[in-house]
Nanobody, 122 residues
Framework: QVHLVESGGGLVQAGGSLRLSCAAS????????MGWFRRPPGKEREFMAA????????YYADSVKGRFTISRDNAQDTVYLQMNSLKPEDTDVYYC???????????????WGQGTQVTVST
């Protein structure tokens, strides 16, 4: 069983930054991919970024490319999402997910955290 716990969300002004963390436990993650998603109200989960745990390969949604950076700390079994130049439309609950292949769709990830709220004020 994989257990994921997100943290680092909060309230920030537009233009500010936040770093989200996702602490993973329960299995070895060397062959996993980790993703960050958000779910706007009434919409499907929206892919933000993903990283291969083994080689660090990354992929980003166009909407966050250049503003968000995904990274991992193998020793800490933790994945991060550095979010810069935040906009009010980035306000949402952000979820960390673990899966077997780097993917941009939520159904490819069988394991999910509980989410962390990010609120960007004007």
């Amino acid at each position: 069983q994989v257990h994921l716990v997100e943290s680092g969300g909060g309230l920030v002004q537009a233009g500010g930054s936040l770093r989200l963390s996702c602490a993973a436990s329960g299995r070895t993650f060397s062959s996993y991919a980790m993703g960050w998603f958000r779910r706007p109200p009434g919409k499907e989960r929206e892919f933000m970024a993903a990283i291969n745990w083994s080689d660090g390969a990354t992929y980003y949604a166009d909407s966050v490319k250049g503003r968000f950076t995904i990274s991992r700390d193998n020793a800490q079994d933790t994945v991060y999402l550095q979010m810069n130049s935040l906009k009010p439309e980035d306000t949402d609950v952000y979820y960390c997910a673990a899966g077997y292949n780097l993917a941009t769709v939520g159904h490819a990830y069988p394991y999910w955290g509980q989410g962390t709220q990010v609120t960007v004020s004007t």
